[in-house]
């Protein structure tokens, strides 16, 4: 390893560092949208069971207490069960806008990672070469391949390193991407499902006893 850190000269060791970067971004954005990532259903199954009793202190505990953005978007909408649906609405809104950039956090550092790493290759290509052309011009002719091989590795070496670091961060940002659209996804379901759940809570509580007996 740290005979091709050599070769590729002084550029290898930014194109390191980002990797390094790289793959420290993307094991803790995986591990955060693992945890971010609950069972929706059960989870709404129980709030709602919760509320249908009253018992609001319960349901805003649970969410307390489970992790992700759903779970922080129903408690919006639960602590504002008792007022008007443009409300719980808007409530829910701000909720889901406070999430995202959670959800996204730093993983535009990943994909400025996967643009600038084959520049950062390309970079070391063009100083290998320059290189190679300063030793042609100092040794002039004849010029021996050996006095050619150190320019052609780094050119070489850099160039590789880039490309690898800038497909496996960008691999790794797409995967990311993926997983935040499924969990927003979800939580935009949620929200529909709570606010369509409280609505309908404060409609039968506002007809009448007798309208509820006639129909």
Not at 40 to 63: N, P, Y
Not at 204 to 211: F, K, Y
Request: aromatic residues 6%; charged residues 20%; neutral net charge.
């Amino acid at each position: 390893m740290f005979g091709i850190m050599q070769q590729g000269g002084p550029l290898m060791w930014p194109i390191l560092v980002a990797s390094l970067v790289a793959f420290a971004i993307f094991v803790e954005r995986a591990f955060h949208l693992h945890r971010a990532q609950i069972k929706t259903d059960d989870f709404l199954k129980g709030i709602t069971t919760i509320l249908k009793t009253k018992r609001i202190a319960e349901a805003v505990s649970i969410c307390d207490e489970t992790p992700g953005p759903v779970s922080h978007v129903v408690r919006a909408a639960v602590l504002h069960h008792d007022r008007d649906r443009a409300t719980i609405r808007q409530a829910i809104g701000d909720a889901g806008l406070a999430e995202i950039p959670r959800l996204e956090k730093n993983m535009n550092i990943l994909a400025t990672v996967a643009h600038i790493a084959p520049l950062l290759g390309l970079l070391g290509t063009v100083w290998g070469m320059m290189r190679t052309l300063l030793v042609i011009k100092q040794n002039a002719l004849p010029v021996h391949a050996e006095d050619l091989t150190g320019g052609m590795w780094q050119a070489l070496v850099t160039t590789a390193a880039g490309l690898i670091v800038a497909i496996l961060s960008y691999t790794a940002y797409n995967f990311l991407v993926g997983r935040v659209q499924s969990i927003l996804i979800e939580l935009e379901r949620a929200a529909n499902e709570i606010l369509a759940f409280l609505a309908g809570s404060r409609a039968e509580e506002s007809t009448p006893a007798a309208d509820r007996t006639e129909s």
